[in-house]
Each structure stands twice: as structure tokens, then as C-alpha cells.
């Protein structure tokens, strides 16, 4: 029996940022750290640079602190562990989990904040994988689905057994956080990379538009480049996290209804919008939907933009974007477009 984990930061590393060189002349820094089990990478021009980034560092840390799963101290570990059925959040944290339980809403529940219970048993959590049984696998299902939680304002109800997940959407949040940081600060231009989970502040120091580089779901480089001006960009995929059994590939991102990593034709999707925490919740929720019905959300909502790999090798892009799109694969990809409404 063979089994491999794949290092998430891999992600991060090869979705490449093109056009945002600090060797523009513009006072550019640029800064690395290692959070969320991710590299992020924040790229700040302009004479409130230094100051973005301490602060910015100080937010992911205290994020961080929130939201980890395994951290005894978090937030999260906290209501894993509640012997109150009720539990107070804080403000970013209920924050969080009231775009994630609207996004469950809106995509019938392809996106499910309670699936903690499978991720631990599949081993996502601890590194330790397996392939659980079907039988336990109905049985842990028992203890999800997002519509038996209630979030009234900071308020937060949850059966008994039941366990939060917010890694979906998490980083999204952060960089939506950050980027209001920035925006308090001065900062007029900066990109927050947050292990792949991309948001753009402004329009770069020149004037011009960032381009973004869509990791190829096949290996090294990217399946395209979308141009943006204060938008976010983020993908999920099947690539990420999976492990190897028997010759079979089990990744991260989990179907609510069977509880065994979604198959439903997508190996990569890519979600553009304004809001970071919206376009992480839909990349995870719109792969786990699978092409159809991913084209008929998109297609019914103007404000968000996407690119998705199938595993029969098409690539669809929303109307909204092919005039920025530029593909850059091995020229032998069919591209469709989805037009709106
Ligand atoms: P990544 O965190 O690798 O960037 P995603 O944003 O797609 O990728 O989030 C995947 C994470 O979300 C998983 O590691 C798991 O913690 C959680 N998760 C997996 N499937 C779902 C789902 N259907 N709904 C909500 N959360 C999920
Ligand atoms: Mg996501």
C-alpha cells in the first residue's frame, strides 16, 4: 500500500504572480512567512510598505490563533470542544462562518462547514491517511450538514457531536482582513498571496492591471493568466492535498452528500470576485458541484467570474473575463465559454 501526501505549499509556489516584480522602481517590499500550513507572501508598494507588512503579519498570526483546528487555544478548537450546546464567536470569526453558511445556502450545500468529523477520519487532519469504511463513513455523516447549525448574530448552536471545519474559506477571510488592514494604513497598491489564495489591492504602481497565473491542475506552470484591478483570485483542486491508495487518488475537498472526496468532473477551479472569503468559499463549493451545475451558478451570477479545468482536459471561462483570459497551455486545450443569464 502506497501512500503520499503532497506538501500543500507546493500550491503556493507555482501559482505564479506575474507583473508584480519589486524591480519596478516603485518602493516595493516584499515578505514571506509560513502560516495556515502555507507560504503567503505579501508584496507592498509605496512608503507604507514597512508598516503593511509588520501589520499584516500581526493579523495572520492573531487569524491564526482563531481558526487553527489543532491549536488547544484557537476559537475553533474552543467550540470543537464546548460543553455549552450555544457559544459565542467573535466578530471575525462569525464573520467567517456567516459568508460560509450563505455560500452552503446558495450552492445547496456543495459548501458544508461541519465536515471536520470526515477530514479527521480520512486522516486530511493529522497527515495519517486512510480510506475509512462506508459503513463509518454513514455513521460520521450523521454528525454534519450545515443546516442543523444556527448562527444568530454572534451566536453560534450546534447539535451535540457536531464539528466546525472553516479551512474552505479561511484564508479568503484573512486576505479580505489584510486588505482592509492595508487600506487603513495608506497602501494604494499591494498583493496578498496567501498560499495561492490571491487578492489585489488597487491597480498596480504603474497603473496598470496585475496579472494573475492560474497553476496548471498537470504539473509546473500555469493554464492561463487573468487580468484584475482589485479583484481576488483563488483555486481549489484536486492536486493540493490527496494521498495514494491501492492506485487510487483521494484529495482533500469532500462531497457533503457521500462524504468521499468529490468527483464530479473538475480537477481545478479558479473563482474571481471581489471578495476573497467569497471567492475561496465558491472555489471549493463550485468544485465539489461539477461541471453543470457549476456553469448554471455561474452563468446566473454576474459578479463572479471563473475558470475550471474538467478532467477531460476543457477549460471553461465565464463571459465576464475573455477579454482578460489568456490561455498559456500546450495549445491542445478546448476552451468554452459561459455566457449570463
Ligand atoms: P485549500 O485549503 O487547499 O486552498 P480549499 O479552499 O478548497 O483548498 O479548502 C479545502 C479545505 O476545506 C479542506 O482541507 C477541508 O478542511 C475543508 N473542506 C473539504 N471539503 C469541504 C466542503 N465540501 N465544504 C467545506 N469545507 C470543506
Ligand atoms: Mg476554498
Redo the contacts with the bound molecule.
Keep these: 500500500m502506497k501512500k503520499t501526501g503532497f506538501p500543500?505549499f507546493f500550491?503556493a509556489v507555482l501559482l505564479i504572480l506575474l507583473g508584480s516584480s519589486c524591480k519596478s522602481g516603485a518602493e516595493c517590499r516584499r515578505e514571506t512567512i509560513f502560516a495556515f500550513d502555507?507560504y503567503m507572501t505579501f508584496t507592498v508598494y509605496g512608503d507604507k510598505a514597512d508598516e503593511a507588512i509588520s501589520a499584516a503579519k500581526e493579523r495572520i498570526s492573531a487569524l491564526e490563533k482563531l481558526w487553527s483546528?489543532t491549536d488547544p487555544e484557537s476559537e475553533i478548537f474552543r467550540i470543537n470542544h464546548r460543553t455549552e450546546s450555544t457559544v459565542t464567536l467573535s466578530a471575525e470569526t462569525s464573520g467567517l462562518l456567516r459568508t460560509?453558511l450563505d455560500v452552503?445556502e446558495m450552492t445547496g450545500g456543495?459548501?458544508?462547514?461541519t465536515?471536520?468529523p470526515l477530514?479527521k477520519e480520512w486522516g486530511?487532519?493529522s497527515g495519517e491517511y486512510r480510506v475509512p469504511g462506508k459503513e463509518r463513513i454513514a455513521a460520521l455523516l450523521e454528525n454534519t450538514g450545515y443546516e442543523n447549525i444556527t448562527l444568530d448574530g454572534d451566536r453560534l448552536t450546534l447539535p451535540d457531536g457536531f464539528e466546525l471545519?472553516?479551512?474552505?474559506?479561511?484564508?479568503?477571510k484573512a486576505a479580505d482582513i489584510i486588505a482592509d488592514c492595508f487600506s487603513g494604513i495608506g497602501v494604494k497598491s499591494a498583493v496578498i498571496d496567501l498560499?495561492?489564495?490571491i487578492l489585489t489591492v488597487g491597480e498596480k504602481p504603474d497603473g496598470g492591471k496585475w496579472s494573475i497565473g492560474i497553476r496548471s491542475p498537470y504539473g509546473d506552470g500555469t493554464s492561463g493568466t487573468v487580468k484584475c484591478v482589485g479583484r481576488s483570485v483563488?483555486?481549489?483542486?484536486n492536486y493540493?492535498?490527496f494521498f495514494v491508495e491501492d492506485g487510487k487518488r483521494y484529495h482533500?475537498?469532500?462531497?457533503?452528500k457521500t462524504g468521499f472526496p468529490?468527483e464530479n468532473g473538475i480537477i481545478s477551479m479558479t473563482v474571481i470576485g471581489a471578495e476573497s472569503v467569497i471567492c475561496?468559499s465558491l472555489?471549493?463549493?463550485l468544485?465539489?458541484m461539477g461541471t453543470d451545475k457549476a456553469c448554471a451558478f455561474l452563468a446566473g451570477n454576474d459578479d463572479t467570474d471563473a475558470v475550471f479545468v474538467t478532467s477531460d482536459g476543457i477549460i471553461y471561462i465565464t463571459a465576464g473575463i475573455k477579454d482578460t483570459f489568456t490561455y498559456t497551455g500546450d495549445g491542445n486545450a478546448e476552451i468554452r465559454i459561459i455566457e449570463g443569464k
Design positions: 500543500r500550491a502555507t483546528p460560509m452552503s456543495a459548501l458544508d462547514p465536515l471536520f477530514e486530511f487532519i471545519d472553516v479551512g474552505a474559506a479561511a484564508k479568503g498560499g495561492g489564495n483563488v483555486t481549489s483542486g493540493e492535498r482533500h475537498i469532500l462531497d457533503p468529490a475561496d472555489s471549493t463549493a468544485f465539489v
